[in-house]
């Protein structure tokens, strides 16, 4: 069974084409990382490829090891910035395998023993003023 084909209607596609506003925190010439709007928890970063896939399933491999790089450096960033205990990195394939958004992309959660996630879907929108101060300590982890 084929693999529908990308839609560039998406919310993500829209970020990339500034049609919609997100706190980024992390670009280069290949990925996009911004704040998740509907945090897990605190620092919840979305990474994506400015390329058109819409899940690992039909990403052009070529894409991907600068992708994977993004997602470990803000891993690393995630985890300094909010003095966490370790990392979560998540990544959904397809409704069934619990994909929303249908542009890749990769969770990138810091965890704190004992604090649970948050749902995400359903889950209500953080206040823009929190997500910008998370941002700011996740740019200031990038440049230290």
Request: charged share 15%.
């Amino acid at each position: 069974m084929p693999l529908p084909a990308y839609d560039p209607s998406n919310i993500f596609g829209k970020i990339l084409r500034g049609e919609i506003p997100a706190h980024s925190v992390y670009e280069s010439a290949d990925v996009l990382a911004f704040m998740d709007v509907m945090p897990q928890g605190q620092g919840h970063v979305l990474v994506i490829p400015k390329a058109p896939a819409r899940n690992l399933l039909d990403a052009d491999p070529v894409a991907l090891p600068a992708l994977v790089a993004a997602v470990q450096k803000l891993a690393v960033a995630v985890k300094k910035a909010f003095d966490a205990d370790g990392v979560t990195v998540m990544q959904f394939n397809e409704t069934a395998g619990g994909q929303s958004v249908f542009h890749l992309h990769f969770h990138v959660i810091p965890r704190f023993m004992g604090t649970p996630l948050k749902p995400h879907s359903g889950g209500q929108m953080e206040k823009p003023e929190v997500l910008a101060s998370y941002a700011d300590k996740i740019r200031a982890a990038l440049a230290g």
